[in-house]
């Protein structure tokens, strides 16, 4: 048996490394530190999007994640350092050909409720994840699990039926007490820093500290209150006025206007932004078309425009950072535009007067409102002329994501902790794809890479695909923005994370 406890792939460690200043707005890249941290208080964190739902197996966007990352924990979980660090199970193992996973469980981890987890509740939170109860996987990449037994009361052993040297980030998934996951009207019970007290629609959700938390000396708060903000100019009144202390999405013209009141904290983001194309409507469907606005695109404009020039400029779905995986691919369409190349593709694909597309935008997100009138005006150069469909957050999510009822989009797609998980989305077959992203080649290395027994097989596999992906302009691919947060002058302790989540537990008051 190899004894573990995780460290995170060496090279996505560069995620954690913090920007400088942002756009010469004179953001600076931590929070300010004090020993002078208090215990007490209520913050208010302004979201953009109303949840998805309460049932951490089965919600899908990041903007739910981020909160439910406090009231939630797995096996392990991801620290702010990119390690992998022990959550519910103190310690694990893993056997030589890589197929059982054996977990100790942390002694006197409580639930919200006030009960102490057991191996029940492991075995439970697992096998529904997996689909091992009803045939349908709530967790993907656990699909592969075939059996969660239950060795004594502290240890859970779990066999998967194929070796996936990723599967191990997969036990983030939540704990939660044995059958809560079949009333789906009850409060989310889970082992986080924070329970869980109020939730309400359009408005946003309140959660509490967690006295028996097993951490000890965390969390500080005693309340955080998540306030859904849709409008960007609503958010900069209430920082302004002081009614919401922390809000993580600014854009580079809002972190101008209130760096004098507040601090301004900036790292890289894990977030891909595109303007992504759906690929089973006309005249998206033509593969010289997607090209055709690939080359129309000048993304050092976009990125001078929306985010300071602060934004990693990329040409596929993988975060730079991730040095061991990821490939430059931006010499395929140049990152200045080409109109020229973009009128002539087009008249090769019979649009030599161009064609109109609609791009649906969630409104709430003022960057990427800000990216799509860039991108308007580009392809209006070549011919093209677009039109921007800004729409409220819950009908993009059902319209774009799950009906696929669009022409064009422009969003951005969400890391986790493996590399592939920005890649799976574009297998012919996933429930992620969207974009309706149909390529055989793609479809073939793809089943290479699940049979590849290490991170770096995967890796060569995974600089293939994008760039097929690239090649076949399945989407235009813009930018990773930086990450930038605005934060209370009177608070102290926010961390960065490799993943997108706001961790609330060591954000403090300051004397």
Known sequence: M??????????????????????????????????????????????????????????????????????FEGLVKCDSNG???????????????????TFTLRPGVKFHNGNEVTAEDVKYSLERAAGLLDGTPLVSPLKIVTAVDIVDEKTVRVTADSVNPELIYSFTTAIIPYGSGEDENADPIGTGPFRFVSYTPQEGIVIAKNEDYWQKGLPYLDEVDFKIITSAETA??????????????????????????????????????????????????????????????NREAISDFVAGGDATIISSAMLPTLESYYVDLNDTYGTQGNVEKAKELL????????????????????????????????????????????????????????????????????????????????????????????????????????EAKSLGERGILYKELQKILAEDAGSAFLQVPANKVAFSNQLGGYKFYPVYVQDMSTVYYVK
């Open 236 to 297: 900069l009144v209430e920082l302004k006025a002081g009614t919401v202390q922390v809000y993580p999405y600014l854009t580079d013209a809002m972190a101008t206007e209130i760096e004098s009141s507040m601090q301004v904290l900036v790292a890289p983001s894990v977030n891909v932004q595109a303007l992504f194309f759906n690929n089973a409507v006309e005249p998206l469907n033509n593969p010289t078309v997607r090209q055709a606005i690939c080359y129309a695109l």
């Open 83 to 101: 390690d992998l660090v022990g959550a519910v199970a103190e310690e694990y193992s893993l056997s030589d050909d890589g197929l059982v996973y």
């Open 2 to 71: 190899k004894k573990l406890f995780t460290t995170f792939f060496a090279t996505i460690l560069a995620m954690t490394a913090l920007c400088g200043c942002a756009g010469g707005t004179g953001a600076s890249s931590e929070a300010k530190t004090s020993n002078k941290a208090t215990y007490g208080g209520t913050v208010v964190v302004g979201i953009q999007q109303d949840i998805d739902g309460l049932d951490p197996h089965k919600v899908t966007a990041a903007g739910t994640k981020e909160i439910l990352f406090n009231i």
């Open 347 to 450: 008249a090769e694909a019979g649009y030599p007067d161009g064609f109109d597309l609609t791009i649906t935008v969630p409104s709430n997100y003022e960057f990427h409102m800000d990216t799509a009138q860039v991108v308007v005006e580009q392809l209006k150069a070549a011919g093209i002329n677009a039109t921007i469909d800004a729409v409220e957050w819950e009908t993009w999510l059902s319209d774009v994501y799950t009906d696929r009822n669009y022409q064009s989009t422009i969003c951005a797609i969400t890391s986790d902790m493996t590399p592939g998980y920005l890649l799976n989305r574009f297998e012919s077959t996933s429930k992620k794809n969207f974009i309706n992203y149909s390529n055989a080649d793609y479809d073939a290395v793809y089943a290479n890479v699940v």
